[in-house]
């Protein structure tokens, strides 16, 4: 077992990183440790927590502006933000229920993974709202980057390269983030098509139709899929426009409305639809939507795995045996369709095994190279977490 450091404040951050660049020892940076089982292993003598880093430390609802310490749970900021009818418009995933852990994740997990959910095809990601962040580098200074407001980039954007690093550039202390008014009603229509290809069209009708799709995802059943696209917003203008899509989605397949899905959105969110039993492994593609059936059809014929669809097709959850076998057909099938994949759950020794990330092209692999030695030095940061060391 590593010895765990849970520093109080930025200033135990701060010493616990300078006791590290001492003695040459890498860190594991994690916050509630919610997601250890993403990506690959870290082999580190010291884990660095910031679970001992919370609480809401600037909350505007007027402005659309909050800031919080690194280790702050989830919950705790999405239960602020309902007080004033108000959300993280992304809908970053609980995955509690992926990973089998009873803790939810922090504030500074989401962002150092960028995890976001089915809304992200209409606003973004968590980067995307990402204001402000203030971190500890590996040299085991402070730097602060971003604001409170979007226009305030001057030089290189720390905020965009930390969102997405898992904790390898530096160690997050506070971020400040853009929220959003939460919608007062939303609906959603299922249309009942055929098979995954046919799902997709009716996915793709919705997101391209007028009328403001906020959701667009595939549920796989035993006989064809159902296609589901929500609609968000005051209760008249739901009312209407679901009115008027379900009359356009009429020809691709029996629609049904479904008045109240929170639920159903919640689930797609945190991919239980997917199905995936205790001992499968998860990837994670990106893909073109119009990819993703070709897709679909070369995995059922590698292994035959648990597919959910979102994103308008454009992210596919996949589920299968645990194997290098299942894993390679993954990469192969990712390759194919020009997408990329995240081993996004495995037993440790496959995850240490296998790439767990696309592979990064020479151009891009020699700027992270450098950004990784500008901000990391000594790599005692998460080493070998994205990818093996060379």
């Known amino acids: 077992m590593s010895a765990l450091l849970a520093p109080a404040d930025e200033a135990g951050v701060v010493a616990a990183v300078q006791d590290a660049i001492a003695a040459r020892a890498p860190l594991s940076i994690e916050g509630h440790g919610s997601k250890r089982g993403l990506l690959r292993p870290v082999q580190a003598a010291r884990s660095l927590t910031t679970r001992g880093l919370t609480g809401i430390t600037l909350y505007k609802p007027t402005e659309l502006v909050l800031s919080a310490r690194a280790g702050t749970p989830l919950p705790e900021i999405e239960a602020a ?51 402000g962040i203030r971190f ?28 997405g690093s898992h904790g390898t550039l530096g160690v997050l202390t506070e971020v400040t983030l853009k929220v959003l008014p939460a919608a007062k009603a939303s609906a959603t229509l299922a249309v009942a098509v ?21 959701g667009a995802a595939l549920r796989l059943e035993a006989k064809g899929a159902t296609a589901l696209l929500r609609l968000e917003d005051f209760p008249s203008s739901v009312d209407y426009r679901a009115g008027r899509l379900r009359e356009d989605l009429a020809p691709l397949g029996e629609v049904t409305l479904l008045p109240d899905s929170s639920e159903l959105w919640r689930g797609i969110r ?66 194919a369709a020009r997408g990329s994949f995240t081993l996004f759950r495995a037993p440790a020794p496959l995850r240490a095994a296998v790439p767990v990330l696309t592979e990064e092209a020479p151009a891009l692999a020699a700027i992270g190279a450098r950004v990784k030695a500008a901000l990391d030095p000594l790599g005692l940061f998460n080493p070998g977490r994205m990818r093996s060391s060379p």
């Not at 402070?142 to 030089?155: A, E, F, H, M, Q």
């Not at 098979?195 to 799709?213: E, F, I």
Request: a neutral charge; proline letters at 8%.
């Open 194 to 214: 055929p098979d995954l290809a046919a799902g997709v069209r009716a996915l793709s009708a919705g997101l391209t139709s007028p009328y403001g799709v906020t």
């Open 136 to 163: 500890v580098n590996g040299a085991g200074e402070v730097v602060r980057s971003g604001g409170r407001v979007l226009k305030n980039v001057t030089g290189l954007d720390l905020c965009k390269l930390l969102a």
């Open 270 to 335: 945190d991919a239980e639809p997917l199905g995936a039993a205790p001992d499968d492994a998860i990837w994670r593609l990106s893909l073109r939507p119009s990819a993703a059936p070709a897709l679909a059809a070369r995995l059922q014929a590698a292994f035959g795995p648990k597919l959910l669809l979102d994103w308008g097709g454009g992210l596919v959850w996949v589920a299968g045996p645990a194997t290098e076998a299942a894993h390679v057909a993954v990469m192969q099938a990712a390759t």
């Open 81 to 131: 933000l309902a007080e004033h009818g108000q959300m993280l418009a992304p809908e970053p995933p609980d995955t509690r229920g992926i990973f089998g852990v009873a803790e939810p994740a922090t504030i500074g997990g989401i962002v150092a993974t960028n995890l976001s959910g089915p809304r992200r095809i209409t606003v973004g990601a968590i980067r995307d709202h990402l204001l």
